[in-house]
């Protein structure tokens, strides 16, 4: 069984009983990530959008993997009208990776969030 936990000094910490990633047969399993900045507050969607990706580099790369290998997405939103802007900023994160997404409107999440990513990946070669 090929199975590691992923911790990365550089991404934003777990604020509760769980780790920030699990590669299991080269899967990466990322945990929902959240835009906290270093205070533990919520800044503008973009903002929240730049930590999460900045946050996912982060374990991507402690995992042998980057961008491009994220194979699933869900993004939660706390309000639908924000859809737009975040959209602009996944694109400019993304580049040409397209995998499958799924946007689900949802209450405030922790913290106060806006948004919240939940990505699967694959470990790089």
Request: glycine share 4%.
């Amino acid at each position: 069984m090929n199975f590691r936990i992923i911790k990365s000094d550089k991404a934003s910490v777990p604020l509760g009983h769980y780790s920030q990633a699990y590669v299991y047969n080269d899967i990466i399993y990322i945990a929902t990530q959240i835009g906290l900045n270093k205070n533990k507050q919520v800044g503008s969607i973009k903002e929240q959008v730049d930590i999460i990706f900045q946050s996912l580099q982060y374990i991507l790369a402690e995992a042998n993997s980057d961008m491009s290998s994220i194979l699933k997405v869900n993004i939660y939103l706390s309000d639908i009208s924000y859809w737009d802007e975040i959209d602009k900023l996944y694109c400019q994160y993304m580049k040409d990776n397209k995998p499958p997404r799924g946007v689900i409107p949802c209450l405030k999440l922790h913290h106060n969030a806006d948004i919240a990513f939940d990505v699967i990946a694959y470990v790089k070669d």
